[in-house]
């Protein structure tokens, strides 16, 4: 019930005089308790003969608990003051909180009485509504029609957005903005701008689904969390045919050890993707450091591979990361690499998780599958190797995939014991020889033009090479030293030290 509704009851002759008609009340409670905050439940309208009030500054505090309880809306009496007093009324302003001055003819018990029967109706509106909504899903409704029926029952509209800001169904202004809010926000709902946002489910949020609304919500919650729960119902009954799909790209991986091609061929029917069809290997997985509840990193990449991708595809999930046949149907691997890359980055907002995705070229046929397998494998791991991001097989076939395959600290031994004399040289006398290193190398040992890329004389490059080879002991005019220092520098990606006089 909201409190323009009791206002229009005509014999209780009540008047607002602060805040929002259109705030909605679940109960009544009566109390001149100076600290009433205790015995309230949030979204009552409280009822007050004003006993309390002996000062002007108590308005403020017994407001203020009334606030922190969540109360829906304060009725005043006149009867013990004679009126309302205006510090009060400031007070109420001032919190938000609406305020409705009760006359003095009026009581309390005849103001509940009158109200409890329009409650209870509205109980029993919410039930009606509620087993409406979900008969409507149970009975095959869709997104669409779910949406439809929730905007002529509740008159709430809005969208339903993937986690990497995909409209799902509905329409929103900005879904990447309001993705990006989902994910990063301390607790659902939120408001943000002309939207409240709601989680769909209880999963990941990174493989969520968001509900955002249009108007604030805050106030009255439960409409959207009804909303909600049956957009997780629907989500829910379409998972149920997925996981059948999951087992079938399972069976292919399991498969590629012994099976021939012909069966494997036939797998791959099984999956949607005819023999002639290009198609290409996703693998994914999304490391969560510290975390020691939810799904594990290759399940929840999965997860996520399949949202980001529209769930057209499904992922199975492996030990060592999640698999998923892509098929490109007129589309190319740079395509599809944008599109993971475009989702990726709204998803990179989450503090606590790395998306890491390697991506096969396109492959054609069964005989191609176990090799793509292995190369998306390959670039999933130069993935995790850079702390997230998407690697595609063009990127593999490099330094970069020996590298990956390196342990972590034993790269950063190696780095660092090449390259510490010139870092600790460079801080102590604000030099550049790490920086000249780098374009020296870029530039193939050019003097010239290492020179002119950083606007030095030749000489000065020349002094520099030759103080970096005093310093390392090594020999920058082999190839062999050379490698070293190009790997070196790459894995470090070393800070640029300050720009100085040559020492």
Known sequence: M????LLAIEDLRLTLLAGDPGREFSGVHITDLPEPGRYLGGGELVLTGLLWRQAPEDSERFVAALAEAGVAALGAGQAWLGHVPADLVAACRSA????VEVPTEVSFRTLAERVMPLLAADV?????????????VAEGAGLRELFELTAAELGITGAVLSASGEVIVGAAGDPVRLAKAYLTAPRLPVLVGEHTIFAVGRGHRAAGWALACEGDLTGHADLGYELAACVGLERSRTEEGRRVERRLIEQLVAALAEADVAELNARLRTCGIEAAEP?????ATAPRPGATRGPDPATLGGQIVEELL???????AGADGAVAVVPLRGSTTGELAERLRAGAEVLSVLPDTRLCVGLSGALTGAAAL????????HARRLAEARAGGVVTSDEIYTHALLLATVPGDVRRSFAARLLSPLLDYDRRHQSDLVRTLGVFLDCAGSWHACAEQLHVHVNTVRYRIRRIEELTGRDLSTMADRVDFFLALRDTGPPRSPRGAPR
């Not at 029993?124 to 409507?136: E, K, P, T």
């Not at 198609?279 to 693998?283: E, H, K, L, R, S």
């Not at 529209?310 to 199975?316: C, D, N, S």
């Not at 176990?370 to 494998?377: H, R």
């Open 2 to 5: 909201r409190i323009s509704d």
């Open 96 to 99: 938000g909180l609406p305020l």
């Open 124 to 136: 029993r509106d919410a039930l009606g509504r509620h087993r409406r909504l979900v008969a409507a």
């Open 279 to 283: 198609y290409a290997i996703v693998d």
């Open 310 to 316: 529209g769930r057209e595809v499904v992922a199975a």
């Open 370 to 377: 176990k090799g793509g397998v292995e190369e998306s494998g």
